[in-house]
Nanobody, 114 residues
């Protein structure tokens, strides 16, 4: 069994920054891809950023240059540094780890509003 616990969401003004964290625990025997999706009510969950075991990264076009994903393999933790936030970044952000299938965190709300 694998558990993911997210933290770092909140309310921020446009142009501001937030850093999300996601710690994985449980039956993890190796280094696996991790990353973030986000979802707004009434829409499908959208891929935001992912990072492989060797640090290779990819991003959805709308966040390139503003968001940075990183990881600490010793802590099984993935981070998402979000800068220059826009109102359209408002969503519930979910982290995942891919071990044969996806395990998900509970989600953390990010609200960008003045």
């Amino acid at each position: 069994q694998v558990q993911l616990v997210e933290s770092g969401g909140g309310l921020v003004q446009p142009g501001g920054s937030l850093r999300l964290s996601c710690a994985a625990s449980g039956s993890i025997f190796g280094i696996y891809p991790m990353g973030w999706y986000r979802q707004v009510p009434g829409k499908q969950r959208e891929f935001v950023a992912g990072i492989g075991g060797v640090g290779n990264t990819n991003y959805v076009d709308s966040v390139k240059g503003r968001f940075t994903i990183s990881r600490d393999n010793d802590k099984n933790t993935v981070y998402l540094q979000m800068n220059s936030l826009k109102p359209e970044d408002t969503a519930v952000y979910y982290c995942y780890i891919s071990i044969h299938h996806y395990y998900w965190g509970q989600g953390t709300q990010v609200t960008v509003s003045s």
